[in-house]
């Protein structure tokens, strides 16, 4: 079964706005990753939320976690262009040797 | 300061054939991942191997598949008597121990297309 379903599978939003992507997931983790990949490239990390941790920013991004509803959101503020991509959630699973679970992924496209 | 290199980019392969992917980790990364992805889908883990040693294969298919991460070199996905259905993206990552709690990098991939 499907560890990570992202929502909304697809957001097209204006330059400027904010895009916000949830994450919902199944069994205990250690920690939640979000990724992000642009067409037809590999996937680059974003950041790291840990179990213990409830909200955690890097620049223009914003991560929440909530254990109790086995959920997460990415927050990307003041969107540009440069922007749009796929972006991933990944689990790491209590016992699960670092080996990841991806979600199905947010398409994002962010227009001029 | 190289990140994870996979080639070849792109590989054409019949029916039948055998597919080679070929992945080097970051210098100083002992831990190598491999992940499927088909169109519009997220990645699918298939192996975790530390030089040497597979430690999780549970994402593998069961026959024509096969991983390995020699001591010198890089490491191997070796796809036997390919099928249309093998049609995907290949991604490798890798990562520093393999503790938990680690962030992946991940090489641009190889794009396998069985005709």
């Known amino acids: 079964s499907q560890q990570g379903e992202e929502d909304p599978q697809a957001l097209s939003i204006q330059e400027g706005e904010n895009a916000t992507m949830n994450c919902s997931y199944k069994?205990?983790?250690?920690?939640l990753q979000w990724y992000r990949q642009n067409s037809g490239r590999g996937l680059v990390h974003l950041i790291l939320?840990?179990?213990?941790?409830r909200e955690k920013h890097s620049g223009r991004l914003r991560v929440t976690l909530d254990t109790s509803k086995k959920s997460s959101s990415l927050l990307i503020t003041a969107s540009r262009a440069a922007d749009t991509a796929s972006y991933f959630c990944?689990?790491?699973?209590?016992?699960?040797?670092?080996?990841?679970?991806f979600g199905t992924g947010t398409q994002l496209k962010v227009e001029l | 300061n190289a990140g994870v290199m996979q080639n070849p980019r792109h590989l054409v392969r019949r029916r039948g054939q055998e597919a080679r992917l070929r992945c080097s980790p970051m210098?100083?990364?002992?831990?190598v991942y491999w992940y499927r992805q088909l169109p519009e889908e997220g990645l699918k883990f298939m192996v975790y191997?530390?030089?040497?040693?597979?430690?999780?294969e549970s994402g593998m298919p069961k026959e024509r598949f096969s991983a390995e991460f020699p001591k010198e070199g890089p490491s191997i996905l070796r796809i036997q008597q390919v099928v249309r259905g093998d049609s995907a993206a290949y991604f490798c990552?890798?990562?520093?121990?393999?503790?938990?709690?680690?962030?992946?990098?991940f090489g641009s991939g190889t794009q396998l297309s069985v005709l």
């Open positions: 990552a890798s990562s520093p121990a393999g503790t938990g709690g680690e962030k992946l990098f």
């Open positions: 069994t205990s983790i250690n920690n």
């Open positions: 939320i840990r179990s213990n941790e």
């Open positions: 990944a689990t790491d699973l209590t016992g699960g040797g670092n080996k990841l679970t």
């Open positions: 210098k100083g990364h002992s831990h």
């Open positions: 191997l530390q030089k040497e040693n597979i430690i999780d």
